[in-house]
């Protein structure tokens, strides 16, 4: 649920760095990836360009 409300919430590069840390403390890649997509798909201005959603796209490639 948390990852839903974010990302209707974030607006800044700095949002997008502050939340990748509670992602990556999700083990699980597929729960993850969930996010990845759904912040893709919402805001991929800010998406595109942040180096925290590049380094878990090249660490995650395989499942996506």
Do not use: C, G
Request: proline content about 2%; overall charge negative; charged content about 20%.
């Amino acid at each position: 649920m948390m990852m839903f409300e974010a990302v209707d919430n974030i607006e800044t590069q700095d949002d997008l760095n502050e939340y990748m840390q509670f992602v990556n403390r999700i083990k699980n890649a597929e729960i993850q990836s969930i996010f990845f997509t759904m912040i893709m798909h919402t805001r991929p201005k800010i998406a595109r360009y942040n180096q925290a959603i590049t380094t878990w796209a090249t660490n995650n490639h395989k499942i996506m």
